[in-house]
């Protein structure tokens, strides 16, 4: 059914049934320009010989920054192209030029690598990586430079959880390092993967199951070391549909759990110490007369909360926008919730919020007033809010899902989900599933088949009766390209 | 390992600085000094500084007296003379504090004082109803409880401000006597006998400002002090209220507690601004024990806000936010459930694409068609073009072009047309029925929007370097066109704003993804349609923020460190490589390659930076990286990782 083709940025296309037509998608010619395009003739000849992967000129000068500024690193890896950015890095596609001089245990992904080098199907809209038969297999890894403003320590910390975890599975393994001055480059497996903002349209639950399973085991074998990734999303987690693997990266945000604890939250508490401090608090005794604060300091001179708040927007649990102090593995399952609401709500990203008060209060749309009071008054806050759109109830995720996906009922499988996806999303961190706990659910362990697929053309748009005018949107959108 | 530090131990590493006042806030304190007119006697203080029992207004020797206890009180900590009288005072508050410490309960003060109390109560009881009190800057409420308190009390409330009023009791701070600045003997004595008189205005005064009417705006406030009248804070009268009424002056703990919620706090005399805040805020928002947010002043909320607070007030709020005042909800500018198309974030209110408005014509003219033939339609149709009204006024703030004038979105019409109920709650474009996914023909490719930059957000909340994506997701996000309702991301707004027009006025498109779909595209040789049409897009794809912010634009720059690194040994890197290093030529770009400085925050250096190229070749910069120690721990986990080589090649 599905073929997996390489593409140039490490971006592994599903190819799906017989409506998914790849020649005529406006995202394909988006992805095309946003990856390609323009190299000089000279740059081009000589890149030509070996591949002809394009890249942006932009790209292309930030690689022969990096291969100037970097004694030797030329002649170990030869940059291909920029697949990523993170907050403190930039991540190329390289091939290992000496791969054979060294032990590669690391290589598990070896199939992987095998695969992208399938001849494609022809398209017009993508070369073919290398030429085939004509030289060796290149072999490909992943080079993540590490910005310079990075602090030894912060390189440090990763390195070493990377280091801690290797040998687990579904989290990915760190092959070597090296520095010089400022600069540290680390160098990973290059795992060929889909982009999930393409592909999380086209999944149906049992690839959503596929999907989360092998998530959840890196988180499980991450959580294991008592180590928080604190960066869960879809872009840190590169999946490969085929294999129905994907590894997880990017541990830039990382801590062990403990490290960061500076005084106890309220939340670390056992209940009845919570409750009687929470009932002996300055709010119990003073509450405010409307019933809702009429306002906050002006002038504010007292000291700020402090926590670790690092992460992605969006995908922030409760705990990390309420600053506890106390933080846990959860933090990371409840990205993973956020994840599995994207794929049941079929809307990526599902939260968007442009700060952390952005993302509370959307998520206080979802769980009402009423639920977001208990659970800030576990971390020692107090929650109010007169937003009218905020309910006091909020909305159960059954129902959530219905509207954001737009249907009317949900499929037994997809309740399914939903069940778990309420196990993650859960407000209180303490009951809130652990890695362990969501692999033990029901979606897992006793899967409901009733799936249908989704549908067929991603790019079809979903206003039936209507779609006269779609053939025509679309090659108004090739136009303006 | 033993070797990490916590990265919370990184200065900004988990807060960025520009979350939260970056300054610590300096507490207001008003230099104006409020004038204590008959302080009532003090109680609170007392009871904070000695025993719950206190029987303040037993340390009342007369109204005259009032202010002098108060400022020996309220300076006792540094006077270093204290007169006779102040030592009088001082004995008889320790005479009467050590039954108490004693801890006898019901343990009754000295006769005197006591005395001293109901003098001063039968003097207020029989004042007061020859008051006229005007209520100035009260909450309405607060002033219904008073005004009725008074009334009790025998005085009258004015509604007007007008010269029969006596007193002009206020929320806001009190204005210094400006005729006579009263020295610590005068005031009170003045003072008390304004209070025993009530005395009328003095005509002069009245004279006086008639003169001044053109000045007309005069502050009520100042008019009060100019003609004479007593300007009390709203606790003071509530302390006056309460020590009036407080019959049980014999006294027991009840009375001191009591005394203790009603007269609220401590310092007392001069220089109390802040005392007045204190009592402000207990009387507006509640009485209060030990008030953690006594000394500072309120910032009132008057539209819908989001206010996540320390429930012991021991922190500044972890959130607050407050937004403008809306008719109706849909119009708010906080993040809301809105009709986005599926496979967009439910959370953006989007302005329908051109395509999609166009689509949107069609659609109209068929069911116009359609709506002339069914009377039905026609209904239906007339519902539409009120909300076509409605929402093009809030299509208008945030679009982009005049090409296509927007119509109603599609998503709205269906939902106002055939869902009204749905309308509170999420509401999302095809809400059509649906049997189930079977029939779920997947979502349109999402060509606006955070989605359509084709990036997810970055990871952020770490340090400041990555503003950028912060910058660029208010961009994105719903409420990005509400300047002023997210105090202090302003500013950070209009830098982006102003690198986004320079960009587009520049005439260089980024990277090579030419937003296709932007209809604004045509339109962008015009600088300001396009300023204005990029400012308020969220559509507006701004691609790959890092490689326009600096690297690919170091210019003239990379030369110079390119140098002063060959000189530098390599390190980690196999030997036999090294003789090899050449550069590739830089495709040399003509001049239009600005340099798009990225701001950020140097962990190495400890330093904010406005350009990310410039300052990795600062003098301190270098200093650090070539500086060997500052990378001992990293190194020695580094040879840990170094790649095992076959044992052919060793």
Same mark, same amino acid.
């Given at each position: #059914?599905?073929a ?9 296309e ?11 998608h ?13 190299? *000089? ?6 890149r ?13 000068e ?12 030329i002649h ?8 990523g ?9 390289a !091939?290992?030029l ?11 992904f ?8 399938w ?14 038969g ?13 910005? =310079?403003?990075?602090?030894p320590?912060?390189i440090?910390?990763?390195l070493?959880?990377l ?5 687990c %599975?579904?989290?990915?393994p760190l092959?070597?390092?090296?520095r ?16 999930f903002r ?11 199951r ?5 998530l ?9 070391h008592?180590?928080?990734h604190r960066d869960?999303k ?5 999946y490969?549909?085929e294999?129905k693997e994907?590894?997880?990266? *990017?541990?830039?945000?990382? !801590? ?12 670390a ?6 409750r ?6 300055y709010?119990?005794?003073?509450p ?9 300091? %002006?002038n504010?001179?007292?000291s ?13 649990a ?7 102090t106390?933080?846990?593995?959860k ?24 700060d952390?008060?952005?993302? #509370?209060?959307e998520m206080?749309?979802?769980f009402?007033?009423?639920?977001m009071?208990t659970?800030?008054? #576990? ?6 809010t ?5 309910g006091?109830?909020g ?5 959530? =899902?219905?509207?954001?996906?737009c =249907? ?12 778990l996806?309420?196990g993650?999303?859960?407000?209180d961190?303490? %009951?809130?599933?652990?890695? !362990?706990?969501a692999?033990q ?17 991603? !790019?079809?748009?979903?206003?039936s009766?209507?779609?006269?005018e779609?053939?025509?949107d679309?090659?108004d959108? =090739?136009?303006?390209? | 390992?033993?070797?990490?530090r ?5 200065p900004?590493?988990?807060n ?8 610590p806030?300096k ?9 204590? &007119?008959g302080?009532? $006697? ?24 009032q202010?002098?206890?108060s ?20 004995a008889?508050?320790?005479r ?7 801890g006898?309960?019901?343990e009754?003060p000295?006769a +005197?004082?006591?005395?001293?109390i109901?003098?001063?109560?039968r ?7 020859q008051f006229?009190?005007y ?13 009725s308190?008074?009334v009790?009390?025998?005085a009258?409330e004015e509604?007007?401000f007008s ?7 206020t929320?806001?701070?009190?204005p210094?006597?400006t ?9 009170? @004595? ?5 209070d025993a ?14 003169g001044?009417? +053109? ?5 009520v406030?100042?008019r ?5 009248m ?27 507690s ?36 006594s ?9 819908p ?27 708010g500018?906080?993040p ?12 953006i +209110? ?8 166009d689509?949107?014509?069609?659609r ?8 002339a ?18 929402n ?10 005049e ?12 939902? @106002?047309?055939?869902? $009204? ?30 989605? &359509?930059?084709g ?14 994506s912060?910058?660029?997701?208010q961009?994105?996000?719903?409420t990005a066109g ?40 045509g ?8 300023q204005?049409?990029?400012?308020n897009?969220?559509a507006?794809?701004?691609?790959r ?7 690919q634009?170091?210019g003239?720059?990379p030369?110079r ?15 036999k ?5 050449q550069?590739?030529?830089? $495709?040399?770009?003509p001049e ?5 400085p ?7 250096c400890?330093e904010?930076?406005? +350009?990310?190229?410039?300052h ?15 990378w001992a ?17 060793i």
């Amino acid at each position: #059914m599905s073929a997996l083709r390489g593409a140039p940025a490490g971006v592994l296309e599903l190819q799906r049934s017989s409506s998914y037509q790849v020649p005529e998608h406006p995202k394909h010619r988006f992805e095309e320009v946003e990856e390609a395009l323009e190299i *000089d003739d000279n740059e081009q000849s000589r890149r030509q010989k070996n591949y002809d992967e394009e890249v942006d000129e932009s790209v292309r000068e930030d690689m022969s920054k990096l291969e100037d500024t970097f004694p030797g690193i030329i002649h170990r890896f030869r940059l291909v192209n920029r697949i990523g950015e993170g907050t403190f890095s930039t991540v190329y596609k390289a !091939e290992d030029l000496l791969y054979d001089h060294y032990h590669n245990d690391w290589d598990v992904f070896a199939q992987a690598q095998q695969q992208e080098s399938w001849p494609s199907p022809s398209s017009k809209k993508r070369r073919i990586d290398g030429e085939p038969g004509q030289r060796k297999q290149p072999r490909y890894v992943a080079l993540k430079k590490i910005y =310079v403003t990075s602090s030894p320590i912060r390189i440090q910390n990763e390195l070493e959880l990377l280091h801690d975890l290797r040998g687990c %599975k579904s989290v990915c393994p760190l092959i070597t390092a090296f520095r010089y001055q400022d600069q540290v480059v680390a160098v990973l497996p290059y795992f060929p993967h889909s982009d999930f903002r393409i592909q999380y349209r086209t999944f149906m639950v049992a690839d959503m199951r596929h999907y989360l399973r092998s998530l959840l085991t890196a988180l499980q074998s991450v959580h294991e070391h008592d180590i928080l990734h604190r960066d869960i999303k879809p872009t840190n987690f590169l999946y490969n549909p085929e294999l129905k693997e994907g590894v997880l990266v *990017d541990f830039g945000l990382a !801590e062990r759990e403990g490290s960061e604890y500076t005084s106890q939250c309220l939340c670390a508490h056992q209940t009845y110490v919570r409750r009687s401090r929470i009932l002996s608090s300055y709010y119990s005794k003073n509450p405010p007369t409307s019933g809702l604060s009429n306002g906050y300091p %002006k002038n504010d001179s007292r000291s700020s909360r402090r926590a670790n708040r690092a992460g992605t927007r969006g995908f922030r649990a409760p705990e990390v926008l309420f600053k506890c102090t106390s933080q846990t593995t959860k933090i990371d399952m409840w990205s993973v919730g956020v994840i599995l609401l994207t794929l049941l709500g079929r809307r990526f990203p599902f939260f968007n919020s442009a700060d952390d008060i952005d993302a #509370m209060i959307e998520m206080s749309s979802i769980f009402g007033t009423r639920r977001m009071k208990t659970a800030a008054a #576990m971390h020692g806050q107090i929650f109010e809010t007169n937003i009218p759109t905020i309910g006091e109830k909020g909305y159960s995720w059954e129902k959530l =899902v219905k509207w954001s996906s737009c =249907v009317e009922d949900l499929t037994e499988s997809e309740q399914q989900a939903t069940r778990l996806l309420a196990g993650l999303m859960e407000l209180d961190p303490s %009951k809130r599933f652990s890695a !362990e706990e969501a692999l033990q659910h029901e979606f897992f362990t006793q899967p409901v088949h009733h799936d249908v697929e989704w549908g067929g053309h991603p !790019e079809e748009s979903g206003e039936s009766g209507e779609e006269e005018e779609d053939g025509d949107d679309e090659a108004d959108e =090739v136009a303006m390209l | 390992m033993s070797t990490r530090r916590p990265l919370a131990n990184v200065p900004n590493a988990t807060n960025s600085p520009h979350k939260a006042g970056l300054l610590p806030a300096k507490r207001a304190r008003s230099t104006q000094m409020e004038v204590p &007119y008959g302080q009532p $006697p003090p109680k609170k203080q007392v009871t904070d500084s000695f025993e719950p029992e206190s029987r303040s207004p037993s340390r009342a020797k007369s109204t005259v007296q009032q202010s002098t206890e108060s400022r020996l009180f309220a300076r006792r900590s540094n006077n270093a003379n204290p007169s006779a009288f102040e030592k009088k005072l001082v004995a008889a508050r320790d005479r009467e504090r050590h039954p108490v410490v004693k801890g006898a309960k019901g343990e009754k003060p000295s006769a +005197d004082t006591l005395d001293t109390i109901r003098q001063w109560q039968r003097h207020y009881r029989k004042a007061f109803p020859q008051f006229v009190f005007y209520f100035d800057s009260i909450p309405e409420d607060v002033r219904r409880k008073f005004s009725s308190q008074v009334v009790a009390l025998g005085a009258r409330e004015e509604n007007f401000f007008s010269r029969t009023v006596t007193h002009v009791v206020t929320s806001r701070p009190i204005p210094a006597e400006t005729a006579t600045s009263p020295t610590d003997e005068s005031a009170p @004595t003045t003072e008390a006998n304004g209070d025993a008189n009530v005395q009328t205005v003095n005509p002069s005064l009245l004279d006086k400002n008639a003169g001044r009417r +053109d000045q007309g705006n005069m502050d009520v406030l100042q008019r009060a002090r100019q003609m004479g009248m007593k300007i009390w804070a709203l606790e003071k009268l509530q302390r006056m209220i309460t020590t009036i009424n407080d019959n049980d002056i014999s006294g027991h703990h009840d009375a001191a507690s009591r005394s203790k919620t009603a007269g609220g706090h401590t310092a007392h005399g001069k220089g109390d601004n802040a005392l007045s805040r204190v009592l402000r805020q207990e009387l507006l928002n509640g009485p209060s024990d030990r008030d953690p947010l006594s000394s500072m002043e309120m910032q009132v909320f008057k539209g819908p806000f989001i206010y996540i607070h320390d429930m012991n007030e021991k922190t500044k709020p972890v959130m607050v936010r407050e937004y403008p005042r809306v008719a109706k909800r849909q119009d708010g500018a906080w993040p809301q459930f809105r009709s986005a198309p599926l496979g967009k974030c439910p959370f953006i +209110d989007e302005p329908p694409s051109r395509k999609e408005m166009d689509r949107q014509r069609m659609r109209q003219a068929q069911k116009e068609k359609k709506a002339a033939r069914q009377n039905a339609e026609e209904t239906r149709s007339q519902s539409k073009s009120v909300s076509v009204t409605a929402n093009e006024k809030n299509v208008d703030t945030k679009l982009v072009t005049e090409l296509s004038k927007p119509q109603k979105p599609f998503e709205e019409q269906t939902n @106002t047309a055939t869902h $009204p109920e749905i309308t509170r709650k999420p509401s999302f474009e095809e809400a059509k029925e649906r049997k189930s996914s079977e029939s779920f023909a997947p979502p349109p490719i999402p060509r606006t929007g955070s989605f &359509y930059t084709g990036r997810e957000p970055a990871a952020s909340g770490v340090q400041p370097s990555n503003v950028t994506s912060a910058i660029r997701s208010q961009m994105v996000s719903s409420t990005a066109g509400v300047p002023g309702a997210k105090a202090g991301l302003s500013k950070e707004m209009h830098g982006l704003k102003r690198k986004v027009l320079e960009k587009e006025t520049g005439g260089i498109v980024t990277g090579s993804m030419a937003a296709p779909q932007r209809p604004i595209n045509g339109s962008s040789l015009n600088p300001s349609r396009a300023q204005s049409a990029e400012s308020n897009n969220s559509a507006k794809p701004e691609k790959r923020p890092r490689e326009d912010d600096g690297y690919q634009s170091e210019g003239d720059r990379p030369k110079r460190r390119r140098e002063d690194e060959k000189n530098q040994h390599q390190h980690k890197i196999p030997h036999k490589v090294q003789h090899k290093t050449q550069h590739r030529e830089l $495709p040399k770009k003509p001049e239009q390659r600005r340099r798009d400085p990225k701001p950020g925050y140097c962990e190495n250096c400890r330093e904010k930076f406005d +350009d990310f190229e410039e300052h990795t070749l600062t003098r301190k910069h270098r200093r650090f990286a070539q500086n060997s120690s500052n990378w001992a721990e990293l190194d020695s986990l580094l040879f840990e990782l170094q790649r095992p080589l076959k044992e052919e090649r060793i």
